[in-house]
């Protein structure tokens, strides 16, 4: 049974919550739960910030960020990443997970 459909989940979350959720399921992207994910996200953050106060072109944002996310995916294990991306992959909605590359 979807869980949309337990009568547990229906009466703890309300029928408009639950509608809700339902209808916006084709589109769900679940958390990124590599490992360094965090890492990733800082590195991103830190080079969009750079790029929006003008030390360095977006383009070189960019690639000091693609560099960087090498750096952590070599030390992480890319084996480990590209297994758990599968896994993760497999949570996208149906309208999203085709876009996502292998």
């Known amino acids: 049974m979807c869980h949309f459909k337990d009568p547990a ?6 029928n408009e919550f639950i509608e809700a959720m339902a209808s ?3 589109y769900f992207a679940p958390d ?3 490992e360094g994910a965090g890492e990733y996200t800082d590195i991103l953050d830190k080079n969009l910030q750079e790029a929006y106060h003008e030390m360095k072109t977006p383009e070189q944002a960019l690639r000091d960020c693609a560099e ?6 070599e030390r992480v294990g890319r084996d480990k990443q590209i297994a758990q991306w599968l896994y993760l992959k497999k ?3 149906p309208k999203v997970a085709p876009l996502m590359s292998p």
């Open 9 to 14: 989940t229906v009466k703890y979350w309300g």
């Open 24 to 26: 916006s399921y084709d």
């Open 32 to 34: 990124l739960y590599l």
């Open 68 to 73: 960087a996310w090498e750096k952590t995916t």
């Open 91 to 93: 949570g996208f909605g």
